[in-house]
């Protein structure tokens, strides 16, 4: 048996310390490479409006549920009573929520009650980021999540 001597105990606690630190640069630069960036340029000017664009969304008592099934993601807009409304400008961002790399803008079109637009998903969580206008200018903005089975 070996005796345990000043370098030995040296070499043990700078390869702990290394591991350590590796690990956590490791960590942030997967935490920096997949941020997918900022949500608006200036938090202070977007503020400025906020709670005059939210009391009139909620003037409007809509509601948007998002679902996928063969292929194709279909939005119900829905008013107060239930019934469905009609949308114009209608932006949808669908991707990840930790990444960027998956991010698509499909084109959506009227089917029925609904729209719908065939995209591609794969299984997971993913995040509907919603933008319209009612007929009236009153913007209409919604974040949900999908799941997609598989």
Known sequence: MTELTGRHVFAITAGAFA?????NFLLAWKAISTFPGLEVGNSYVASQGFDERKSAQEALGWTMQPSFEAGRI??????????PVQVTEL????????EAKDDVWPVFAPMGDV???DVALGRGKWMVKVTAKAEDGTMFEQRSELFVKG
């Open 74 to 83: 279909k939005l119900a807009f829905l008013d107060a009573a239930g019934l």
């Open 19 to 23: 591991v350590i630190i590796g690990v």
């Open 91 to 98: 932006q949808v961002l669908v991707g990840r929520t930790t």
């Open 115 to 117: 729209y719908a637009a």
